[in-house]
């Protein structure tokens, strides 16, 4: 069972720029949700992909947005980007339509805005 | 909206203690609540989920357990090792989709 994972593992950009992280998700999971971690704080909620639509957004603005393909992989891409948007970026997959909606995380994409 | 809280924010203790990490959340109508583990600049290790209905789950050495009534859980990690120094954070849904984080707990078991 493959777990899942994200690239790049680091990236650096100038303010301004666009950038697009990617995610595998676990072997036999429909469902991608995407956080963003500030240093020294718990990861934020951005949204939510199932089955290739957006599930839910959390309270993040229109410039970040996603896709999640047929193969269930998705894509977070971030345009116009701030110095603020510099975080850890964390893809967790999950087996939507369950109760038992437990989230496995990747090992997260280091993004710095100079 | 739903806030968690987790205390201590940084916990320091010898190997081989018992300890206890809190955690606490405002709006009780949850599907479920997750323990994770962070060690430092890397990704989140699932270490145990809870679902509404459930009281406690175990695995190992963890073993967490939850109030929903009064908004709280618990992990306990029992005879401590260096290994298990990491961040621990808990997380709650209670949308069917979002996960609410709590800024985590700290955790240093020296030798």
């Known amino acids: 069972e493959t777990g899942v994972t994200q690239s790049p593992t680091h990236l650096i950009k100038t303010r301004g720029q666009q950038v697009t992280l990617r995610c595998s998700s676990q072997s036999g999971h429909n469902t991608v949700s995407w956080y963003q971690q500030a240093l020294g704080q718990g990861p934020q909620f951005i949204f939510q992909y199932y089955r290739e639509e957006e599930n839910g957004r959390g309270n993040f603005p229109p410039r970040f947005s996603g896709l999640q393909f047929p193969n269930y992989s998705s894509e977070l891409n971030v345009n116009a980007l701030e110095l603020d948007d510099s975080a850890l970026y964390l893809c967790a997959s999950s087996f939507g339509g369950s109760e038992y909606n437990e989230q496995f995380f990747g090992p997260g994409t280091r993004l710095t805005v100079l | 909206k739903q806030e968690v809280t987790q205390i201590p924010a940084a916990l320091s203790v010898p190997e081989g203690e018992n300890l206890v990490l809190n955690c606490s959340f405002t709006d009780s109508a949850i599907y479920n609540l997750q323990w994770f583990r962070q060690d430092p600049g890397k990704g989140l290790t699932s270490l145990l989920l809870i679902q509404s209905s459930q009281r406690e789950q175990t695995s190992g050495r963890l073993n967490a357990s939850l109030d929903k009534s009064s908004g709280r859980s618990t992990l306990y990690i029992a005879a401590s090792q260096p290994g298990d120094s990491a961040t621990y954070l808990c997380?709650?849904?209670?949308?069917?989709?979002?996960?609410?984080f709590g800024k985590g707990t700290s955790l240093l078991v020296t030798p």
């Open positions: 997380a709650v849904e209670n949308s069917g989709y979002a996960l609410n």
